[in-house]
């Protein structure tokens, strides 16, 4: 019997110290990915600085800064890898939703139609992405490493209020810039007949993602809300029932 007890203690001590290393680990590797997107977010925010005083014009910046955008904004598919796994604890919807929204911005959008690259809206979404994931990736860094400064924690819970829907109106309105090319050049449509006997308007595909945003942008900008008066007030949110 006594045996028994010792094994038992053994394989939980076992169990312990292999959590310990995993959680070590997950730390570690969240630490490394956080600094290197606050530093990668850095670099673009100083290459849009550097491009608009030496130029003096907004147009041409977006051609100029495109392959680091795109590397890592598509790097941030990570991150719904990690609430998959379970090393953060944050729905994987939410998170899928931000992340490959952002990242069809990018590579069908902004990259894909070179004439609205100049566009006013591009730099608007731009430079709040940018000024919004500096402050996001710094706040995950800093809590990591357990040195939080409150101005970081402060600015990730009260900039998004201005940021989120200005960001989303840049969005839409890039979207929109980009509906007249779409429908004159029928980019990424197929059209019948053709082999696989399927028909796709990239054109009216674009419109129902604007008209995605009437719902999801409210759900996901007040759960931001909620999660500020959680983490800056300690509130706990109840949802009454009717």
């Known amino acids: 019997m006594a045996s028994s007890e ?26 490394f990915y956080n600094i290197a997107m606050t530093a990668g977010w850095l670099v673009l925010a100083m290459a849009m600085m550097r491009f608009y005083i030496q130029k003096g014009t907004h147009k041409g910046l977006y051609r100029s800064i495109a392959r680091t955008l795109k590397f890592f904004q598509t790097f941030a598919l990570v991150e719904v890898g990690h609430c998959a796994i ?24 902004a990259s894909s139609i070179r004439q609205i690259q100049n566009e006013e809206s591009v730099i608007l979404f731009l430079v709040v992405w940018t000024l919004t994931e500096i402050t996001r990736y710094s706040y ?3 809590k990591l490493l357990h040195h939080l400064p409150f101005f970081i924690k402060w600015a990730r819970y009260n ?12 969005e839409l309105m890039t979207i929109y810039s980009a509906l ?10 197929m059209r019948l007949p053709n082999l696989y006997n ?11 993602i604007m008209l995605s945003y009437i719902p999801l942008f409210p759900q996901l ?3 931001m809300l909620r999660q500020r008066r959680r983490v800056l007030h300690g509130e706990v949110v109840v949802e009454k029932d009717d």
């Open 6 to 31: 010792e094994d038992g203690a053994v394989e939980e001590k076992e169990n312990n110290n292999k959590k310990r290393t995993k959680s070590a680990l997950a730390t570690a590797w969240l630490t």
């Open 198 to 208: 399927v028909s796709f308007d990239y054109y009216y595909c674009l419109i129902v």
């Open 86 to 109: 379970g090393i953060v604890r944050t729905s994987v919807i939410v998170t899928g939703v931000q992340v490959f929204s952002r990242i069809f911005m990018v590579w069908f959008i």
């Open 180 to 189: 007249p090319f779409v429908r004159r050049t029928g980019m990424y449509s």
């Open 159 to 170: 900039l998004f209020i201005v940021f989120y829907p200005v960001g989303v109106v840049g």
């Open 140 to 142: 995950y860094t800093f």
């Open 221 to 223: 900008y007040f759960h």
